[in-house]
């Protein structure tokens, strides 16, 4: 059967398989392929691992790209291949030829019709701040430090001006190349896990920077800076430079993506897996 590719273009490949991805962002200049060979991303990685496992080039589409520094406990993708292997393989193989900052923690076989970012339904992330007076040695490069003490509610205040389908622009960069700024922010919660804060988000899909940019104005309302209508000013004025400081990249995770329950993918539970949460 004949499907399309990770370029757009018709794949004869006879497998299709789907694998869950998780990786601390730190080293890496995002996910996606860059023009020059020796910039390291994380996509480069897999594929070079999945090609020597698959015996042949291999090319894999994400559910969502994400930048320079950013982790992710849940990331899906899909590749087609002319070689057939059992999940076992795809993992461990695959991991034995990864770096310890990328993982795949499950493969199985898809359905041609399948694709990791045009059959999302929703994507899920989630952003942790540590509050504390003196910077964190463990999870440096994990959790987005601040010695501000945050209020949550006012947080929480703030984030629910955001819920439901508005024209995003003020929350995405600048550089921003999607067609449209209009996205359907579906949960977006504010709560503590020890002495972390987290900022949890779930949307049909997400603009450049849009989940750090609400994050720095969520901070700004906590720390008393700014009121929680804010962000609702921040959001009707249509224009990021009227939308403060994007928050670091270092505490952010994508954490879920939901599919269809026709593909019948591996539940996992929402992570990073060192989070304090009933989810």
């Known amino acids: 059967m004949s499907k399309e590719n990770s370029s757009g273009a018709i794949s004869i490949a006879p497998f299709r398989y ?23 991303t994380i996509q480069a990685e897999v594929e070079r691992a999945l090609s020597v ?6 090319q894999v589409v994400c559910a969502g790209r994400t930048d320079a520094g950013v982790n992710a406990s849940h990331q899906v993708i899909h590749f087609d291949s002319w070689s057939e292997r059992d999940e076992r393989a795809w993992v461990l193989g695959t991991n034995s030829h990864l770096p310890d900052d990328i993982s795949i923690k499950w493969a199985t076989k898809v359905p041609g019709c399948f694709h990791a970012r045009f059959s999302a339904k929703e994507r899920r992330y989630r952003y942790l701040i540590y509050t504390s007076p ?3 040695a463990i999870l440096a490069g994990g959790v987005t430090w601040t010695h501000r003490k945050l209020d949550t509610e006012k947080m929480q205040q703030a984030a629910e001006h955001l819920l439901g389908e508005h024209d995003f622009t003020s929350y995405r960069a600048v550089g921003c190349q999607a067609r449209s700024p ?16 987290v900022i949890d988000v779930s949307a049909n899909a997400f603009l450049h920077h849009m989940v750090r940019n609400i994050a720095g104005v969520l ?3 906590g720390s008393g800076q700014r009121s929680p209508d804010w962000a609702l000013e921040v959001l009707r004025a249509k224009d990021r430079r009227q939308g403060g400081v994007t928050a670091p990249p270092d505490g952010l995770y994508f954490v879920d993506v939901r599919y269809p329950d026709l593909f019948k993918l591996p539940k996992v539970p929402l992570g990073p ?6 989810d």
Do not use: C, K
């Not at 869950?20 to 962002?25: C, F, K, L, M, S």
């Not at 496992?53 to 291999?58: N, Y």
């Not at 897996?273 to 009933?278: A, D, R």
């Open 18 to 40: 789907a694998l869950g991805v998780e990786y601390v962002g730190a080293a890496y200049r995002g996910w996606q392929l860059q023009a020059f060979d020796n910039v390291p």
């Open 53 to 58: 496992i698959a015996d042949h080039p291999v």
């Open 182 to 197: 209009v996205r359907e922010i579906r949960q977006l919660s504010v709560y503590r896990s020890g002495q972390l804060i």
């Open 134 to 136: 003196s910077r964190p």
């Open 273 to 278: 897996h060192f989070l304090q949460t009933s």
């Open 219 to 221: 901070m700004a309302v």
